[in-house]
């Protein structure tokens, strides 16, 4: 079992910064993979960004120079998102996401319940 628990959201001018955190616990000590994922309304969910512990990184092309991602394993397990130079169209829900392999074979998909980010112009 996992938890995810996201903070850092917030309502912030065009132009300005917002850093996300994602805090995992739980029995799983070690989570291969963690991202970020939105939602805008009426937009499907999109993935943002996602690190792996080995630090490989991948960017949706919207963010690619303006987001960040990281995760510190040496503590909990935590990933962080930091957005700069934030534009009203990166507005959505943010979500945490852990996909975490199963004894079953492929992996079981775990989700925060989000943090919201609004940019006004």
């Known amino acids: 079992q996992l938890q995810l628990v996201e903070s850092g959201g917030d309502l912030v001018q065009a132009g300005r910064s917002l850093r996300l955190s994602c805090a995992a616990s739980?029995?799983?000590?070690?989570?291969?993979?963690m991202g970020w994922y939105r939602q805008a309304p009426g937009k499907r969910r999109e993935l943002v960004a996602a690190?792996?512990?080995?630090?490989?990184?991948?960017y949706a092309d919207s963010v690619k120079g303006r987001f960040t991602i990281s995760r510190d394993n040496a503590k909990t397990n935590t990933v962080y998102l930091q957005m700069n130079s934030l534009k009203p169209e990166d507005t959505a829900v943010y979500y945490c996401?852990?996909?975490?392999?199963?004894?079953?074979?492929?992996?079981?998909?775990?989700w925060g319940r989000g943090t919201q980010v609004t940019v006004s112009s």
């Open positions: 996401n852990a996909p975490v392999p199963t004894m079953y074979g492929g992996n079981f998909d775990y």
């Open positions: 739980g029995r799983i000590s070690s989570i291969p993979t």
């Open positions: 690190i792996t512990n080995g630090g490989n990184t991948n």
